[in-house]
């Protein structure tokens, strides 16, 4: 186990905040030159860490506490009926890891989304650089869960792996396949691997109570959350 208290941290100066208007945000991030592993990266994340590319990053805001990590215990899951639903009508699915994005189906995909669900997002406009600084592969732990219908690409979920768990880096999809639900499709998925790989948890990033982007989040029971440094379980 590493030595936390050991690793240099940076913070940003004050920004606006992506998720809530007339709030200033401060990230604080681990120091880029660190040697990252398995276990670093683990212990980042129980206590609220994400990654963006390359960083290891948590908020660090001076007035407000409005982000909380959070993370769904697998072995305790239970989907609720449109839950279950969505994981029937994509039985037809075929669900593979693949070590690698890097190609024009990949990146045309991850375009076309950000082009049809996020005009109004800081990803837009897609470029194949942000592509690869966003999605890269890290430390050789990110794995990419593709879904795939006869062949063609619908979707992808990019996820790092944890000693407990998985963490959900960023799902994108077909968004002309609406009545399949791909986003809530790609949570299910990456549960059902994270159980198949003996994993404790499935880690969902941040929530945001006043943020209704993040109210998704929520629907995934229990779900546990990161209260005062300690993991309280939702039921």
Known sequence: ?????????????????????????????????????????????????????????RPHCASCRACISCRIPVADFAPNRTQRRCWRRNSDLELGFVDHIDTDEHYNLYADYIETRHRDGDMYPPSQAQYNAFLSSEWGLTRYLEFRLQGRLLGVAV?????????????????????????????????????????????????????????????????EMLVNRRWVRLK
């Open 159 to 223: 996820c790092d792996r944890l000693n407990d768990g998985l963490s959900a880096v960023y799902t994108f999809f077909d968004s002309r396949e609406s009545r399949r639900s791909l986003g809530v499709f790609g949570i299910l998925a990456q549960v059902e691997q994270a159980k198949a790989l003996g994993l404790s948890h499935l880690y969902l990033g941040y929530w945001i109570k006043q943020c209704h982007k993040m109210d998704y989040k929520t629907q995934y029971r229990p779900l």
């Open 1 to 57: 186990m590493t030595d936390l208290s050991n690793l240099k941290l940076f913070a940003t100066q004050p920004h606006p905040c992506s998720y809530l208007d007339d709030e200033e945000a401060t990230t604080l991030f681990i120091d880029p030159s660190a040697p990252v592993d398995q276990g670093l990266y683990t212990q980042l994340s129980q206590i609220g860490f994400r990654r963006s590319g390359s960083h290891l990053y």
